[in-house]
T-cell receptor, first 113, second 107 residues
Framework: KAGVTQTPRYLIKTRGQQVTLSCSPISGHRSVSWYQQTPGQGLQFLFEYFSETQRNKGNFPGRFSGRQFSNSRSEMNVSTLELGDSALYLC????????????FGPGTRLTVL | GQQVMQIPQYQHVQEGEDFTTYCNSSTTLSNIQWYKQRPGGHPVFLIQLVKSGEVKKQKRLTFQFGEAKKNSSLHITATQTTDVGTYFCADGNQFYFGTGTSLTVIP
């Protein structure tokens, strides 16, 4: 079974720009979660989508948004980029049931200059 | 809000020494999961604990869930260089990850 894939793997943007990241979950998984990982803050939960609906949301500003398509693929968008948005963005897929394990993708490394 | 803290933040050990990381939650957990992230990699699921006082073993790794279901520990016996990485605990239901413990094993 193919794992979780994320594109692009690396991205360099400048302040004020916007960016869209993509995540393809494991076949059959209906839940996709997004996390921001930085050295200082660890793994911070952004949001979770299940069957095209945002089901859970972390504590991030509205500049961070996402969506999920009918094939469970998900995109995350960050508008008006700030230097502090530089991070590894990880998506994870799961069956979406409480307590089920998450399978992480390799991440997208975003650098904001 | 809920906080999941881990100690220590960093640990350096000589190969062959034991290692333990502790996870503490400010709230009672329904279940707890442990993940390992190798340098440059992504988190990989290790195990899930559900019952109060539960102990599970995976070869040299021993996982415990506290009686009050607010803390957990991961113990590695006789570390090897392949154990290098950051170990995270996570609330299995709420997407909260612990702060992580970065393990360095000195050959």
């Amino acid at each position: 079974k193919a794992g979780v894939t994320q594109t692009p793997r690396y991205l360099i943007k400048t302040r004020g720009q916007q960016v869209t990241l993509s995540c393809s979950p494991i076949s059959g998984h209906r839940s996709v979660s997004w996390y921001q990982q930085t050295p200082g803050q660890g793994l911070q939960f952004l949001f979770e989508y299940f069957s095209e609906t945002q089901r859970n949301k972390g504590n991030f500003p509205g500049r961070f948004s996402g969506r999920q398509f009918s094939n469970s693929r998900s995109e995350m968008n960050v508008s008006t980029l700030e230097l502090g948005d530089s991070a590894l963005y990880l998506c994870a897929s799961s069956l979406g049931l409480a307590g089920t394990q998450e399978y992480f993708g390799p991440g997208t490394r975003l650098t904001v200059l | 809000g809920q906080q999941v803290m881990q100690i220590p933040q960093y640990q350096h050990v000589q190969e062959g020494e034991d290692f333990t990381t502790y996870c503490n939650s400010s709230t009672t957990l329904s279940n707890i999961q442990w993940y390992k992230q190798r340098p440059g990699g992504h988190p990989v699921f290790l195990i899930q604990l559900v019952k109060s006082g539960e102990v599970k073993k995976q070869k040299r790794l021993t996982f415990q869930f506290g009686e009050a279901k607010k803390n957990s520990s991961l113990h590695i016996t006789a570390t090897q260089t392949t154990d290098v990485g950051t170990y995270f605990c996570a609330d299995g239901n709420q997407f909260y990850f612990g702060t992580g413990t970065s393990l360095t094993v000195i050959p």
